[in-house]
């Protein structure tokens, strides 16, 4: 009888689009939407506003990523460099508190179905934690694409090596993951950014839209995912989400936003 796994294992399941993900248990979630990990992505962090415009102009884009996890959005973000024949100048910083054992992220099939197997493994074996709680830069993922990490926690993040225009805020949900939503960490984001910056999640939730307004961020709604009904967006200035539909802050009694 074979004996049981260990609680922190990280499991591979398959979803349904064919693409990979996780199972963490310490956090009881799966790390994307069991209905398509790569469609679920390519919707909430590729699809809106101005990324793939950017990518086709060959303008300078810095991304930061709240969650680096499997490391689904640096492999899409290279097929789409690749795809359009993008010269744009890209550096992406991602930050993660959990990092997932190389032989579990070396076992999704991502990089394959993406044909970056090689830059997938050489980047995977230079993921070492040199230190906590700090940025550490790899260098070039592939030609023109860049990558820094920080290896910490959310509540310890300090200020990306560069300015984000667009991020990526892709922590487990709101209910088991609350250090990912807090007004400070948002706050934090919008201090940090542009004023044409754009954030992008999954969630959709009334708590998270409030934390962000808290923040200072102009909050937005779009179509969620795979039959979800709504995701977020948000900026500095309404200007900078053009045709989304935005969310007003919460009244208090005497009219004013908390
Ligand atoms: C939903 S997953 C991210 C998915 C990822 N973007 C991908 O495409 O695979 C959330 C990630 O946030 C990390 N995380 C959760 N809580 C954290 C914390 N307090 N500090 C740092 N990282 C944390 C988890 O380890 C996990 O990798």
């Known amino acids: ?6 609680k922190h294992d990280f499991e591979i399941r398959p979803t349904i689009d064919g693409s990979d993900t996780l199972f963490a248990p310490q956090f009881g979630q799966h790390y994307h939407n069991p209905n398509g990990a790569l469609a679920e992505s390519q919707h909430v962090f590729f699809k809106p506003l101005r990324l793939i415009p ?20 640096l492999l899409l973000l290279a097929d789409w460099v690749k795809r359009l024949r993008s010269k744009s100048d890209i550096r992406y910083m991602s930050v993660e508190g959990f990092l997932a054992p190389k032989s579990t992220l070396l076992g999704l099939n991502h990089a394959n179905m993406l044909g970056l197997e090689d830059h997938w493994k050489e980047f995977v074996g230079t993921l070492t934690q040199a230190s906590h709680d700090s940025w550490q830069s790899f260098g070039d993922f592939i ?23 667009i991020i990526f805020h892709d922590p487990f949900s709101p209910e088991s993951n609350p250090e990912g939503w807090t007004p400070d960490l948002f706050a934090h984001l919008r201090e940090w950014s542009t004023m044409q910056t754009t954030l992008r999640t999954y969630a959709a939730s009334t708590k998270c839209r409030q934390a962000m307004m808290k923040a200072g961020w102009v909050v937005g709604s779009a179509k969620g995912a795979l039959g979800k009904r709504e995701m977020t967006l948000a900026a500095h200035s309404a200007e ?3 045709g989304i539909r935005l969310v007003s802050p919460p009244k208090t009694s005497d009219g004013v936003a908390d």
Request: a neutral charge.
């Open 54 to 73: 950017d990518l086709l102009a060959h303008r300078p884009i810095t991304i930061l990523e709240i969650g680096f996890g499997t490391g689904l959005n």
């Open 1 to 6: 009888m074979s004996s049981p796994k260990p």
């Open 143 to 165: 030609p023109g694409l860049t990558v820094d990490l920080f290896f910490g926690s959310f509540t310890s993040l300090t200020k990306p090596p560069v300015a984000p225009n």
């Open 240 to 242: 900078y989400l053009p």
